[in-house]
């Protein structure tokens, strides 16, 4: 998209080639950068972030990053032990490129630059609205909501960079305003500065900021985009632009409701572009209405899922990386890591792990081997592992896990609708039906994976259940578990004749 950053690669017998990633790491990627003219890298990658390469691969690179070209490191030469799915990446940064660190979101926080090999702050002497303007269109935003002092986002550690700011508000980088010269201050780091920018784009009506309706900032309004074209490509650009890997799944016809203001229409992306506006469009028009309203669910690096079983309690593991969904190898796998991908999905823990493709053979790639954790860690990928992409093994040795659910129904004729049973301090128990409503059973049913509650019903419609009795619930219908509502506890004031059950909804049904 610019040459900041890409696949590494390297000419070499008359031939341009790739770099493998075994070994790659920041201080590679800095000689790269510095080769190319930039101040060193920002990021590094592996397995073909930037897409596979041809030619000659160069193995085994080391470098201590004090080489002025990756020839001077240690290495391998070039062999055959690797493949172009390994191939390396680098983001290279310049001086004056700039974060914002702190804040809720990507729109604001505490004002970083970067300058001479390290990122530090900006104090706020003199600092207004107009300085906080170029920062947000440095950071792709329309332009600044806000502007802080004080340190409102929390006091940075670096060195303080800039001091005396002054913009007439039309310079593209904050480096080309007046300012004292870089690090010449008088200011300590309580006086860090911070803005918030005004968002180009945002997901409403959703449970949380992973998906929701898409609306974009557009003529000192929002507005919405038509679901004319609309696909994966299209929602993985509005997803990468609110700093997530990309898009999990797209959705048309106001899934997420109607939207109001002016109306993008006609959008096509190839799904390499930065920003929404960037894609082919048609405008904004009258051809399309609000009930066409599009919506994204966005994924983050180290998602998981399980695929191929009877129910989201088993399957196979499958986790999400640059872009795309991929498998495990059985090699280490125990019950330690079963627990922590159970957990990950919101159950207690595993009941089972399997190996050898219990679950069928995933077709992406094998992302993770080698995993062996100790059972506390919240996300597989802070386990030990050999690497993304590392790995000696073939779909066969897929692994897979059974959770242990901590919600089900009983006592239905099929699996929607049942008797609420919670398991509770290694037993199944059951919930009393003071309070119960349908906004508590819309919580369970989605906890189940349906669309929500049809009915509720009281007093052991479904039979008298045993074990603990979980008390006065009362949810807001927007959890996401039923844990997170409010409730009394587990005690004795009521009995089980009072157990409650639901009978969930499917699409179409109701």
Not at 119 to 131: P, R, Y
Not at 181 to 200: F, K, Q, S
Not at 281 to 294: K, R, W
Request: with cysteine; net charge negative; glycine share 14%.
């Amino acid at each position: 998209e610019d040459n900041t950053h890409g696949r590494v690669e390297i000419y070499y017998d008359g031939q341009w080639g790739t770099v493998c990633d075994d070994w790659w790491d920041i201080e590679d990627a800095n000689v790269v950068c510095r080769m190319l003219g930039f101040e060193d890298a920002f990021h590094y990658s592996c397995c073909a972030e930037y897409g596979e390469g041809s030619g000659p691969i160069l193995q085994g690179v080391e470098c201590t990053g004090a080489e002025t070209n990756l020839a001077d490191c240690q290495h391998n030469g070039y062999g055959h032990s690797c493949d172009h799915y390994q191939d390396v990446g680098v983001e290279c940064t310049t001086p004056g490129e700039i974060r914002l660190v702190g804040g809720q979101d990507n729109t604001q926080g505490r004002v970083e630059i970067y300058y001479n090999g390290q990122w530090g702050t900006v104090c706020d002497d003199l600092w207004d609205i107009e300085e906080a303007n170029v920062v947000c269109r440095m950071l792709g935003f329309e332009g600044a909501s806000n502007y802080s002092c004080c340190s409102e986002y929390g006091e940075g550690s670096g060195p303080i960079l800039l001091d005396d700011v002054q913009c007439n508000g039309t310079e593209s980088n904050l480096a080309d305003c007046q300012h004292n010269g870089y690090g010449m201050h008088d200011c300590a780091h309580h006086e860090d500065v911070g803005v918030e920018c005004i968002p180009t784009v945002r997901l409403v009506g959703g449970e949380d900021d992973t998906h929701g309706r898409v609306e974009i900032y557009y003529n000192g309004q929002w507005g919405t985009v038509c679901d004319d074209w609309w696909d994966i490509e299209d929602a993985n650009v509005v997803c990468r632009m609110l700093g997530f890997e990309g898009a999990f799944h797209y959705s048309c016809c106001a899934e997420y409701g109607e939207g109001s203001g002016p109306i993008l229409q006609g959008v096509e992306c190839t799904g390499e572009e930065t920003n929404l506006a960037d894609c082919q469009h048609n405008g904004y028009g009258h051809s399309c209405d609000h009930y066409q309203d599009v919506g994204v669910e966005c994924t983050t690096p180290g998602e998981i899922r399980l695929v191929g079983g009877q129910d989201n309690t088993q399957g196979r593991v499958e986790i999400y990386y640059n872009g795309q969904w991929g498998t495990v190898c059985d090699d280490l796998w125990d019950i330690e890591e079963a627990n922590v991908v159970c957990r990950m999905l919101g159950f207690e823990g595993a009941s089972n792990y399997s190996c050898c493709s219990e679950y069928g053979e995933g077709s992406g790639p094998i992302l993770l081997d080698d995993v062996q954790c100790n059972g506390t860690e919240s996300n597989l990928a802070d386990c030990q592992h050999n690497g993304y992409g590392m790995h000696d093994c073939a779909h066969h040795e897929d692994v897979g896990v059974e959770c242990i659910p901590t919600v089900r129904l009983v006592g239905g004729e099929d699996d929607t609708h049942g008797r609420v049973e919670i398991y509770y301090n290694g037993q199944w128990g059951t919930v009393c039906d003071d309070w119960w409503d349908i906004e508590d059973a819309n919580v369970v049913c989605r906890m189940l994976g349906f669309e929500g509650a049809f009915h509720y019903s009281c007093c052991a419609e479904y039979g008298e259940g045993s074990g603990p009795i979980l008390q006065g619930v009362e949810c807001t219908g927007e959890e996401t578990n039923l844990a997170d509502c409010q409730h009394n506890g587990y005690g004795h004031s009521c009995d089980h004749y009072q157990d409650v059950g639901v009978e969930c909804t499917t699409p179409g049904k109701g």
